[in-house]
């Protein structure tokens, strides 16, 4: 009995002993520890319209994780190289180089290669991606006639004028002053000896009553376009459209291009009375420009500018707010009422395009959204701000292949001058370029002082006699074959 008792203490001992110890051979037990599970992936899993030559793939897991840097030897991308393998906190980071556009990839990550941290290995990943079509460089092969097949002869030499000269020449040019004067486009001839090719005028004031307060012009009365036509200039004239902000607003001071309430949609719906005043506002204007048709000057027409404002960040004028197709539709609204309804063939009609992006310049098929079409544009221009003697071809090439080359692509409106030999040498021939006049209490300046002191802009004397004694730069005293 007493042998007994012993041997079942033993036994008893003998298991205790072996529980504490985890198994006959004295191991712990193994604890079981999950896989890292594949939260997300950038670019995601089937992603189209990756950009750029490289990528940057970030896997993201449900735990923190680790990979060798000599993982990028085991990960494989099909014809690119995987350049670097990194990872932080729960976040593997895979580069690869080398990417051509047009093309899909496949990225194979083998087991193994990324665990958790406590060497619990992922399962083998796949992920595939298309990187974006290159955009076409078109070339430049422009319209060789104008739109409107009933175009006045004048409208005809001089777009001929334009067409010749395009890829081989610029034209000058300046706003002649705010609105309906030429004070800012004299200045620059009376200080450089040479005046500007074009100058700008434009119909800010429709709205008011002739000579309403000093500095409102007379519209009816066309001797300043007529003097600047006939000394030698080409004649370009904008519009700053101007709607009230109600149908019961009486005070045209409150009147504004930039009224968030009119809307572009109400406008083109018959029967509204934002309709109303448009054919109204239509009609003033095709009084003011069958002026210019019977004087025998042709204009280059450049209304509804910088429509789509920033692509991003949006729009500025009234006439970009309702967005893209409604932007198109008032073009081509206006264009075919002055045009149709009007018979008024002296136009040669500038559709300015918007090339900002949150800033950046913006991709191709931003700017074919707003484009009206090509049977209702006959130049593009582009508005740039940007730094003092550069080439911007960037910005030219954007806007010649957004409208596939046919176009003659204009500077419709700048700060600083830019380099004119560089944007030749880069084939990036600017058609012609507007500068915006600047006044420092109602005296012409050639600078734009910012609020907090410096400058938007600032171009010197000496930089304008530069710019306009170019051998590629055609100034008023050049322009006969264009009348």
């Known amino acids: 009995m007493k042998h007994i008792l012993t041997f079942l203490a033993l036994a008893t001992l003998g298991i205790a002993l072996t529980c504490s110890c985890g198994g006959s051979d004295g191991e712990d037990p193994v604890e079981k520890v999950q896989a890292p599970k594949l939260v997300s992936t950038s670019p995601s899993d089937g992603e189209t319209e990756i950009s750029g030559e490289t990528v940057s793939v970030i896997l993201t897991f449900d735990q923190n994780v680790k990979c060798p840097s000599s993982g990028h030897s085991l990960i494989k991308i099909n014809d690119a190289t995987v350049s670097k393998v990194s990872s932080y906190a729960a976040s593997a980071t895979i580069d690869a180089t080398g990417l051509e556009s047009g093309k899909k990839y496949t990225l194979n990550v083998p087991a193994g290669v990324i665990s958790g941290y406590k060497d619990n290995p992922c399962e083998a990943i796949s992920l595939s991606f298309s990187t974006k079509e290159a955009a076409k460089d078109y070339g430049r092969n422009p319209q060789t006639s104008l739109t409107n097949s009933n175009a006045t002869s004048g409208a005809k030499k001089l777009y001929k004028f334009l067409l010749d000269n395009y890829g081989s020449k610029t034209i000058s040019g300046a706003m002649g002053g705010t609105a309906w004067e030429t004070s800012y486009s004299d200045y620059i001839g009376e200080q450089t000896g040479t005046y500007p090719g074009i100058v700008g005028f434009d119909y800010i004031f429709l709205n008011w009553p002739a000579k309403a307060w000093s500095g409102c012009p007379d519209y009816g ?52 009375w934002q309709n ?59 264009h075919d009422r002055l045009t149709t309804v009007y018979g008024l063939n002296n136009l040669i009609w500038v559709w300015t395009v918007q090339t900002s992006d949150a800033g950046n310049l913006a991709t191709a098929d931003k700017l074919e959204a707003w484009y009206p079409g090509e049977s209702y544009v006959d130049i593009v221009g582009a508005d740039l701000y940007v730094g003092k003697n550069t080439t911007q071809s960037a910005a030219f090439r954007l806007v010649n292949n957004s409208v596939k080359g046919k176009k003659i692509v204009a500077l419709s409106e700048f700060g600083n001058l ?4 560089g944007f030749f040498k880069e084939d990036a021939p600017w058609g012609y370029y507007m500068n915006w006049c600047n006044f420092d209490n109602g005296t012409p300046i050639l600078y734009s002082k910012n609020p907090d002191g410096t400058y938007g802009w600032n171009n010197t004397v000496s930089d304008w006699k530069s710019a306009l004694s170019n051998s590629h730069c055609l100034n008023r005293g050049d322009l006969s074959n264009s009348k």
Do not use: C, M
Request: aromatic share 14%; no cysteine.
């Open 221 to 272: 009365d066309i001797a300043p376009v007529k003097d600047a036509w006939e000394k030698g200039n080409i004649i370009q004239i904008g519009w700053h459209w101007t709607v009230p902000p109600s149908q019961s607003t009486s005070d045209l001071n409150d009147y504004s291009y930039n009224t968030k309430t009119f809307g572009v949609k109400n406008a083109l719906a018959d029967g509204t």
């Open 276 to 334: 109303t005043i448009i054919k109204s506002q239509i009609n003033k204007l095709a009084g003011y420009l069958k002026l210019l048709q019977d004087a025998g000057i042709p204009v280059l027409f450049r209304p509804l500018h910088e429509a789509a404002g920033d692509y991003t960040w949006g729009a500025w004028f009234w006439w970009g707010y309702d967005g893209a197709e409604a932007g198109r539709d008032l073009w081509i609204y206006l």
């Open 418 to 421: 830019l380099d004119i030999d």
